[in-house]
């Protein structure tokens, strides 16, 4: 491309002016060289190189325009106030008031309670049901717990086997229920780290101390279950007091009193081996008293006899032995009579049986 002029101020020919030597002026314009088309124009229409800031210099009185917004880009402010004053003070002012009145102002329920802490740990006041005040939070901060509520801890979970020594020495597969609440929140909560694990310990204890004053056969039978159940709430009390727990032992109740599951057969075995010792026993004991009625009955029959006995011994006698004699031939099929002229043997029983047949006969006819 050869005599043309590049636009830019370069030479025909594809050829560069050295660095530093000005460009040739062009021919015919009045100018030191062809004009810089990102320039504006003037008076100085002088032939340069652009640079960044000459392009954005004349955009407008906003500056550069950036992505994103940015130093010199728009910005965004809150509406006034009537009177030209701004609503950033009363914003702060509501948020303020909200923390104060969320973290500051506790409602506690008329079965609760509720622990205040400096900072969540050292402890401060205890809150009473009713509206309470407070420092708002993180400066203080509450805790809220039913201190009403009845709880309850099963020992052991489940179907698990929980064997306890008699006083005997045998074992017995116990299981038992504890009901239990808090008498004392701060205690409850400055002087237990596991409370419910601390609860069922003592329980645990309290129960092995009052079995091992037991038999067996009482702890089975239930004979005994209302004392223990009695005297492991009384030892169970006296552990958490000691200990500051905060608690108050409700009850207990005993579920199941087993035998272990390894010798169960057996003791079935032995149960029903008991069992029918005692009826036997029993019915010995029936018969012992039937026969003591009997003979106190003849006894105060024969002192009666015997006082009559005293006052007409003749006729007692003769009275004795004709009923005797009666009690005794009434039993009897023969009867012996004494008399002049009169077999003395009288086959009596036969002959009315025959005369009762005979009599049949005839009314069958």
Known sequence: ??????????????????????????????????????????EDDKRR???????????GPEGPRRRGGGPRGPRLSLPERPGGKS??????????????????????????????????????????????????WPIQQVEVENVSEIRSEKIPDGNQEKLILTGDQ??????YLIRWNIKDLKQFKFNLQEPEETVREAAEAAMRASVAEQELDTVLSGEGRADIEQSVRNRMQA????????????????????PPQQVIEAFNDVLAAQQDAERDINQARRYAQQLLARAEGDAAAFNQIY???????????????????????SK????????????????????QRRAREAQQRAGGQ
């Open 1 to 42: 491309m050869a005599g043309k002029k590049n636009p830019w101020g370069g030479g025909s020919g594809g050829e560069n002016p050295p660095d530093g030597d000005q460009p040739p002026a062009n021919e015919g314009d009045g100018s030191t060289g062809p004009r810089n088309p990102w320039l504006p124009g003037g």
């Open 49 to 59: 190189s652009a640079s960044i800031e000459d392009i954005f210099k004349h955009r």
């Open 87 to 136: 609503w950033l003070p009363l914003l702060a002012g509501g948020v303020v008031a909200v923390w104060l009145f969320t973290t500051g102002v506790h409602f506690v329920q008329p079965r609760e309670q509720g622990i205040v802490t400096w900072l969540g740990g050292k402890y401060s006041s205890t809150l009473n049901p009713g509206t309470n005040f407070s420092l708002p």
């Open 170 to 175: 045998n074992l017995v597969d116990l299981s």
């Open 239 to 258: 552990i958490l007091d000691a200990y500051r727990a905060g608690i108050a032992v409700q009850g207990i109740e005993i579920d199941k009193t087993d």
């Open 307 to 329: 006082g009559e006995y005293r006052l007409a011994p003749e006729v007692t006698r003769r009275r004795l032995y004709y009923e005797t004699m009666e009690s005794v031939l």
């Open 332 to 351: 009897t099929d023969k009867t012996i009579i004494e008399a002049d002229g009169v077999t003395p043997y009288l086959p009596l029983p036969e002959v």
